[in-house]
């Protein structure tokens, strides 16, 4: 007798359970392309020239979304509109907290936002996680766990998900949003992609354009660490930042 494979399940079914076990009610606002894996360069730069002008015109929409989200995934929201704002916020949950030992990364964006400054003013002034001609490699590791709040900024932030994506570089050290009880993250507005589809997107042309050179890994945070045991008891901050806050600029 001739062997009948079964019947292949409705895609669009199985992923409409999914979605709903998951609690996502926003419908798909499009069908993500997935090029082969040796997609040519152009074709992938042209798929990102698509990517960034849809979220460029859903900006606001976005933006709506992320916080949304975050919310229900326990973060801490805090929306500002300039750089200025940003620090002072930064100053206040540092203020609230208590906190005296601070450690941030070292980027571009804490040129824009004077951390230090609003930090020293409440008496914690930060430590930039990251080696020199004075401290080693391996002394950061015991730096951080001593630390009770970490600040850093983010590649990009995913409105899906309410994921920040901190990616690693010069100036990032994977211990300064593992290792303090608080974590405080900085996003600008256009750091906000829609969806993981976008994101991988964007940083598979980089790779490409960069001939296959680029980061080991990407640390996506959505939310506080939990942790659940064998009985499913939850628990908040054994494995990371038990508390986060998101500043989300602009």
């Known amino acids: 007798m001739p062997y009948i494979p079964p019947e292949h399940p409705n895609k669009s079914a199985f992923l409409k359970k999914v979605r709903e076990a998951l609690g996502r009610t926003h419908p798909i606002l499009h069908a993500p392309d997935h090029p082969p894996l040796k997609s040519n360069i152009a074709r992938q730069r042209e798929k990102v020239r698509t990517i960034v002008a849809r979220n460029d015109a859903r900006m606001l929409t976005n933006i709506n979304r992320l916080m949304e989200n ?136 980089k790779r490409m354009e960069s001939r296959s050179h680029g980061p080991n890994y990407y640390n996506f945070i959505s939310g506080p660490s939990r942790t659940a045991d064998i009985e499913q008891t939850l628990t908040v901050g054994v494995h990371g930042p038990g508390e986060v806050h998101m500043v989300i600029v602009g």
């Open 70 to 205: 975050a919310s229900f995934a326990s973060w801490n929201v805090h929306r500002v509109e300039s750089y200025e704002d940003a620090a002072a916020t930064i100053a206040r949950v540092a203020r609230s907290h208590k906190v005296k030992n601070v450690i941030r990364s070292s980027e571009e964006i804490f040129k824009k936002i004077d951390v230090d400054k609003s930090l020293r003013s409440v008496g914690a002034p930060p430590t930039i996680l990251a080696s020199s001609r004075t401290r080693r490699r391996g002394q950061l590791k015991s730096i951080a766990f001593k630390s009770e709040m970490g600040v850093t900024g983010v590649g990009y932030a995913i409105a899906e998900t309410a994921s920040c994506a901190v990616i690693p570089r010069k100036g990032v050290a994977r211990l300064t949003s593992l290792a303090p009880s608080v974590l405080i993250l900085l996003v600008e507005t256009e750091q906000i992609l829609e969806n993981l589809d976008d994101f991988f997107a964007i940083t598979r042309l």
